[in-house]
């Protein structure tokens, strides 16, 4: 028995010396994680450095300096903002509502405060449009057609324009800034506005500025993991440059399609955008020939977009099939383009009584043979429209379409596009923040087009919020777009955002707001 009683004894003492290792060693691991979760929390950086060169102001409707534009939206905020996909969002709005053609209704926040503490008020969106009317700003246009700002309330304003504007909400996308502060402050570039935004400046020197968290921000649901956000200035793009190649600056955005002779291809990650730079041929559905829209197919099949871009540009532009198929929501990214088919071009023709003949293209209708022959009109003075107007007129040759190129001075290309006077034009133009599409389908458009239907959507677009409606209908102008032919869209400039590869988090811009989903990003 007491042997037995021994050999009892010295199990339990065994296993509590197990029982106490085994308590010992995950206490040892609980405290190795604990200092590696405090380690990796103390390493995380929180502070990431931007770049501005030839820095003009830091007032965000005085200054033209498309960096700085891109860093006001971390300061100062605009009534609507652009979703990711350049949907309206509310941002100091609480709602708007459309009275009627010319009228709109602004509710405001009533939770949100400058900077500075100060209330932000109605006053203070009268003040803005006020001053944009005054001063010399990349907005006027957004508020060139508002006649009267009435102040309903302290946080409800009514806006009357002098004229129905489509989609006007998207002109609402300017910053506000503080009647208050500058009641305090005259009106000077070299002033730093408050704003409402995320971030504030804190200290604004020759070589830099810097940006800490606006801890007045109204927008408490987002945690903002960035607290500090340097900018450097720099006297030159090329200053620039050079700084984000040696790693000194996190991230940049440019229009520059020759970026890359200057950054280099690695050491970074990058994302490629449609840019807003749009480029199509209008053709003037009154023209003998480009009335038969067999015609329009067939040219549009005839041209190899891709060649364009790999010929002209290098590869530095980006092939596009419609106006809006940069990421709009409201294009939903359908193909817009017949594509380049040159078979099915000659198929066309003939099977519209054309003949291949002498290696050009020709119909005889009453008892009067013709050749298709076509101006194409394009500004003598921009030369690589020149040299896409010259591919466009050898590949259009080589498929029997005569094409005579027409150089106009810049004073005589405008007064054709106004007058119509051509057969086809080379146009060049920047696409707005809005979705509206007169331009192509409105009265007096580019290409003389009109129809009963085009007619009726354009109205149906214009008067209507319902996101279903305007979807239907615009799927509807995309086919319209790609069947009758109206116009060839051919390519847009690239948007490209360079970025440190050590920057972590959902990089995910537009060119709208290259700092979408800010909030999210970390080191």
């Given at each position: 028995?007491?042997s037995?009683?021994f050999?009892?004894?010295?199990?339990v003492?065994v296993?509590?010396i197990?029982?106490?290792?085994i308590?010992?060693i995950?206490?040892?691991?609980?405290?190795?994680?604990e200092?590696?979760?405090q380690?990796?929390?103390?390493?995380?950086?929180?502070?990431i450095t931007?770049?501005?060169?030839s820095?003009?102001?830091?007032?965000?409707i005085?200054?033209?300096?498309?960096?700085?534009q891109?860093?006001?939206?971390?300061i100062?905020?605009?009534?609507?903002?652009?979703t990711?996909?350049?949907?309206?969002?509310?941002?100091?709005?609480?709602?708007?509502?459309?009275?009627?053609?010319?009228?709109?209704i602004?509710t405001?926040?009533?939770?949100?405060?400058?900077s500075?503490?100060?209330?932000?008020l109605?006053?203070d969106?009268?003040?803005?449009?006020?001053?944009?009317?005054?001063?010399s700003?990349?907005?006027?246009?957004n508020v060139?057609?508002?006649?009267t700002?009435?102040i309903v309330?302290d946080?409800?304003?009514?806006?009357?324009?002098?004229?129905?504007?489509?989609?006007?909400?998207?002109?609402?996308?300017f910053?506000?800034?503080?009647?208050?502060?500058?009641i305090n402050?005259?009106?000077?570039?070299?002033?730093?506005?408050t704003?409402?935004?995320?971030?504030?400046?804190s200290?604004?020197?020759?070589?830099?500025i810097?940006?800490?968290?606006n801890t007045?921000?109204w927008n408490?649901d987002q945690?903002?993991?960035?607290t500090k956000?340097t900018v450097?200035l720099y006297?030159?793009?090329?200053?620039?440059?050079?700084?984000?190649k040696?790693g000194?600056?996190?991230?940049?955005?440019t229009q520059?399609?020759?970026?890359?002779?200057?950054?280099?291809t690695?050491?970074y990650a990058?994302k490629?955008?449609k840019?807003?730079?749009?480029?199509?041929?209008?053709?003037?559905t009154?023209?003998?020939?480009?009335?038969?829209?067999?015609?329009?197919?067939?040219?549009s099949?005839?041209?190899?977009?891709?060649?364009?871009?790999s010929?002209?540009?290098?590869?530095r532009?980006v092939?596009?099939s419609?106006p809006?198929?940069?990421?709009?929501?409201?294009?939903?990214?359908?193909?817009a383009?017949?594509?380049?088919?040159?078979?099915?071009?000659k198929q066309?023709?003939t099977e519209n009584g054309?003949?291949?003949?002498?290696?050009?293209w020709?119909k005889?209708?009453?008892?009067?043979t013709?050749t298709i022959?076509?101006n194409?009109?394009?500004?003598?003075?921009?030369?690589?429209?020149?040299a896409?107007a010259q591919?466009?007129?050898?590949?259009?040759?080589?498929?029997?379409?005569?094409?005579?190129?027409?150089?106009?001075?810049?004073?005589?290309?405008?007064?054709?596009?106004?007058?119509?006077?051509?057969?086809m034009v080379?146009?060049?133009m920047?696409?707005?923040?809005?979705?509206?599409?007169?331009?192509f389908?409105?009265?007096?458009?580019l290409a003389?087009?009109?129809?009963d239907?085009?007619?009726?959507?354009?109205?149906?677009?214009?008067n209507?919020?319902d996101?279903?409606?305007?979807?239907?209908?615009?799927?509807r102008l995309a086919e319209?777009?790609?069947?009758?032919?109206?116009y060839?869209?051919l390519?847009?400039?690239?948007y490209?955002?360079?970025?440190?590869?050590?920057?972590?988090?959902?990089?995910?811009p537009?060119?709208?707001?290259?700092f979408?989903?800010i909030?999210?990003?970390?080191?």
């Amino acid at each position: 028995m007491k042997s037995n009683f021994f050999k009892y004894l010295f199990i339990v003492f065994v296993i509590a010396i197990m029982i106490f290792a085994i308590f010992k060693i995950k206490s040892e691991e609980k405290n190795i994680e604990e200092n590696q979760s405090q380690a990796s929390e103390s390493e995380k950086v929180t502070e990431i450095t931007l770049a501005v060169a030839s820095f003009d102001s830091m007032n965000p409707i005085l200054s033209t300096n498309k960096n700085i534009q891109d860093i006001s939206r971390l300061i100062y905020e605009p009534l609507l903002t652009l979703t990711s996909d350049y949907k309206i969002e509310l941002c100091l709005a609480k709602e708007w509502a459309k009275q009627n053609e010319t009228t709109y209704i602004i509710t405001l926040k009533d939770n949100v405060r400058w900077s500075d503490g100060e209330k932000f008020l109605a006053d203070d969106v009268k003040f803005t449009i006020d001053k944009l009317k005054e001063v010399s700003s990349i907005y006027n246009s957004n508020v060139s057609h508002i006649s009267t700002v009435e102040i309903v309330d302290d946080y409800t304003i009514k806006i009357i324009l002098d004229q129905e504007v489509p989609f006007f909400e998207y002109n609402l996308t300017f910053p506000i800034l503080s009647s208050q502060f500058y009641i305090n402050n005259e009106f000077n570039p070299n002033i730093v506005p408050t704003g409402t935004g995320m971030y504030k400046v804190s200290e604004i020197q020759s070589s830099y500025i810097t940006l800490v968290q606006n801890t007045n921000w109204w927008n408490k649901d987002q945690e903002l993991t960035l607290t500090k956000i340097t900018v450097n200035l720099y006297s030159s793009m090329g200053e620039l440059y050079n700084s984000f190649k040696s790693g000194n600056i996190d991230i940049i955005a440019t229009q520059n399609s020759s970026v890359q002779d200057y950054i280099g291809t690695i050491g970074y990650a990058s994302k490629e955008l449609k840019g807003r730079e749009h480029d199509f041929i209008a053709f003037n559905t009154q023209n003998y020939f480009l009335s038969k829209p067999e015609v329009r197919k067939a040219i549009s099949y005839s041209i190899d977009k891709s060649n364009i871009v790999s010929s002209v540009f290098s590869n530095r532009y980006v092939v596009s099939s419609f106006p809006l198929d940069y990421g709009s929501w409201i294009y939903q990214e359908q193909d817009a383009s017949a594509g380049y088919n040159p078979e099915q071009a000659k198929q066309i023709l003939t099977e519209n009584g054309w003949t291949f003949r002498n290696n050009s293209w020709q119909k005889t209708e009453n008892y009067r043979t013709q050749t298709i022959a076509l101006n194409l009109l394009v500004k003598a003075s921009d030369s690589t429209r020149v040299a896409v107007a010259q591919n466009i007129e050898q590949q259009l040759e080589n498929q029997g379409i005569q094409v005579n190129i027409v150089q106009a001075t810049d004073e005589q290309y405008n007064s054709s596009l106004t007058s119509k006077n051509y057969d086809m034009v080379l146009c060049s133009m920047n696409l707005s923040l809005s979705p509206d599409l007169t331009t192509f389908f409105g009265t007096n458009n580019l290409a003389n087009y009109n129809t009963d239907e085009i007619t009726t959507i354009m109205n149906e677009v214009k008067n209507t919020t319902d996101e279903n409606v305007l979807k239907e209908r615009y799927k509807r102008l995309a086919e319209i777009y790609k069947t009758d032919v109206p116009y060839l869209s051919l390519y847009n400039n690239k948007y490209i955002v360079a970025y440190s590869t050590g920057l972590v988090g959902d990089v995910a811009p537009t060119w709208y707001n290259i700092f979408n989903n800010i909030s999210g990003w970390y080191k």
